[in-house]
């Protein structure tokens, strides 16, 4: 009971320490607030969070805890309820650790730009948002980190708001966002109405869930997450500042998809097939994401692409019925994603601007430590034996191996695992190797220690915590002790034949392939931006002026407005003319027909 205490207290005390820069200002006026004081709250948050994590680690006590409870309905109640596990309490330092260095890159980073103190600000409530979804204990508190994390994305993409390019990524990205936001809130409402609660500790108790709320609930993932279908909001996302960038791909935003599922998963436990769904949608994910990596140019967006595809191997991981390895997998992929895209950001920084990974080459000697700690993410992402990336993609894949599921789906996660060493490889060799591709004059400078300090930072975290993470996160099923060589060994043969092909591009006179069905197929993102935004929006409002010129306006025009009257005016008038011809012929027979009519009737 104390132990529980302490724990409770230990993270309450750690998310007042991050509130402090944001309520403070409302209640002092004499308080200022710099981009420097919000980097050192976040630091000092991270620090207090160790201790939980300590205690939690030594004492593996869960605790749940209700500070207040509304009831706007009679049968129907929903508590402020807290949940201290083996999930939120290791994230909570990750999270911690990662923002800190962000920030802390950021305040170098848009040093030039003006409402540095509001960009900061905005990546506090980003984090703020993500944590409260990650203690949620139910679905209402769930939901409101699930949307605070939305708007603060839309915020920060956008935020060079004079560039029409970022405007639209930020849109793209709510748009894709509320289509996921829509299962979500199917799934809630099926929970309220079944179940009667959105505790996910009473919703998540072992029954037999039909498939509709689980479809919802995947569907949310897949917004959120960018699984293939709704995946182009995440590589549009680029537009946006580098260390919006790092936050969003490492820690926050794109794992609460995956999060969900996680917690939630005792619902998808007892239903094969949305397992078999989540299978299939991953692998289909991460080969395609991979795919798209292989020939793209811009260093960010093959980052964002590696991002969108290490997601698809988590989804998979959900789909092999093993939440706690797709966890580790969240862990280990925040520190090595997070160093990347403040590399690329000190890179661009450092080259006024350049995003062309062919236009820069030779950066070794120029840029020796950002360079290096670039080699060693791109080792990690690539799953390198030993770095943080190996203890979590290796182990999947071996469970991928063993599992009696889909070969397909294997085939598609090993072939995708091949490709990550092929992109990693060649932006490895096209950014630092070769000859110097970029103006001798340009200011090459990562002396300061705003922008080193961070991302050396990461790099050790990238080489150290993988062992220190997998080493307490015990798996829920035991994982198969004995398997033949070529199973076990079967990660790092893809991962080596990766890199031979990536060797072999290199050994032509360029690593940008020739134009071919495949090469087009994947520079094109696989036809699917203008397949889904162009050729159906261009037919849906072709459809919808032919309904509204044709259907409605000409309709109105032709039968009943100023030309429809004309007409009956017109048809009436000769109705009554034609009688009146001055023949006698016609007045007779007239007159012999009416008194007709009238003996009928």
């Known amino acids: 009971m104390e132990t529980a205490l302490l724990l ?14 944001i309520i403070l200002p409302l209640f002092l006026k004499t308080f200022s607030n710099t981009p420097t004081t919000i980097t050192q709250t976040v630091k000092t948050a991270f620090l207090i969070s160790l201790a939980p994590t300590t205690v939690f680690t030594y004492s593996g006590m869960e605790s749940m805890t209700s500070y207040w409870e509304w009831k706007f309905l009679m ?6 309820t807290l949940k201290m596990d083996l999930y939120s309490v290791t994230f909570f330092s990750i999270a911690l650790f990662v923002t800190w260095s962000i920030l802390e890159f950021a305040t170098w980073y848009m040093a030039s730009e003006p409402y540095t103190t509001k960009f900061s600000t905005y990546l506090l409530i980003f984090l703020i948002a993500m944590l409260t979804l990650i203690i949620a204990n139910n679905m209402f508190l769930l939901f409101i980190g699930w949307e605070g994390v939305g708007i603060m994305s839309f915020l920060l993409i956008s935020w060079w708001q004079g560039r029409a390019e970022a405007n639209t990524a930020a849109l793209q990205a709510v748009i894709y966002n509320r289509i996921g936001d829509i299962g979500l809130i199917l799934s809630m409402a099926w929970l309220a109405s079944t179940l009667n609660t959105w505790e996910i500790q009473q919703a998540t108790s072992p029954c037999q869930t039909p498939i509709l709320p689980l479809l919802g609930l995947i569907l949310a993932a897949t917004g959120k997450s960018a699984q293939f279908g709704l995946h182009p909001w995440l590589p549009a996302a ?14 926050t935003m794109v794992v609460a998809g995956i999060f969900l599922l996680i917690r939630t998963h005792p619902l998808l436990t007892t239903n094969k097939t949305a397992l078999t769904l989540c299978l299939c949608l991953g692998a289909l994910s991460t080969l395609f994401a991979a795919t798209c990596a292989l020939t793209q140019n811009d260093i960010k967006k093959i980052i964002a692409f590696s991002t969108s595809s290490q997601l698809g191997l988590m989804m998979v991981t959900i789909g092999l019925d093993l939440p706690q390895l797709a966890f580790l997998h969240i862990s280990t992929h925040a520190f090595f994603k997070a160093m990347l895209f403040l590399c690329s950001g000190l890179i661009i920084h450092s080259l006024n601007g350049e995003q062309d990974i062919r236009k820069m080459g030779h950066l070794q000697k120029t840029l020796p430590t950002t360079t290096s700690c670039l080699t060693i993410g791109n080792l990690a992402l690539m799953g390198t034996p030993f770095l943080a990336g190996f203890y979590s993609k290796d182990l999947i894949i071996e469970n991928l191996n063993t599992s009696y599921l889909n070969t397909w789906a294997l085939l598609l996660t090993l072939l995708a695992t091949s490709f990550t060493a092929t992109y990693s490889l060649r932006m490895t060799l096209l950014v630092q190797a070769g000859s110097n591709r970029t103006p ?4 090459m400078d990562e002396n300061n220690p705003l922008a080193i300090r961070p991302i050396i930072r990461l790099a050790l975290g990238s080489i150290t915590a993988g062992l220190l993470i997998s080493s307490y996160i015990v798996p829920a099923k035991t994982p198969p002790m004995t398997m033949p060589l070529i199973t076990k060994i079967a990660a790092i043969t893809a991962s080596i034949l990766g890199v031979i092909l990536a060797l072999e591009l290199s050994n032509m006179h360029t690593l940008t392939p020739k134009q071919n069905p495949f090469s087009n197929f994947s520079s094109s993102l696989g036809y699917f931006n203008p397949l889904a935004h162009r050729l159906h929006s ?3 409002l072709n459809k919808g002026q032919n309904i509204a010129s044709h259907l409605i306006d000409m309709s109105w025009y032709k039968k009943m407005g100023p030309e429809g009257l004309a007409n009956l005016h017109l048809t ?16 007779l027979g007239t007159f012999a027909l009416s008194i007709l009519l009238i003996l009928l009737m």
Do not use: C, D, R, W
């Open 8 to 21: 409770n207290t230990l993270i309450l005390l750690t998310l007042t320490t991050l509130l402090t820069p």
């Open 75 to 80: 049968n129907f109640k929903l508590p402020l």
């Open 238 to 251: 680029m537009e946006g500042p580098t260390p919006v960038s790092a936050l969003l791909h490492s820690s």
């Open 440 to 443: 001798t004059i340009l200011p």
């Open 538 to 540: 261009t037919n849906l």
């Open 572 to 587: 009436a008038s000769k109705a009554t003319t034609t009688m009146h011809t001055g023949m006698i012929k016609t007045y």
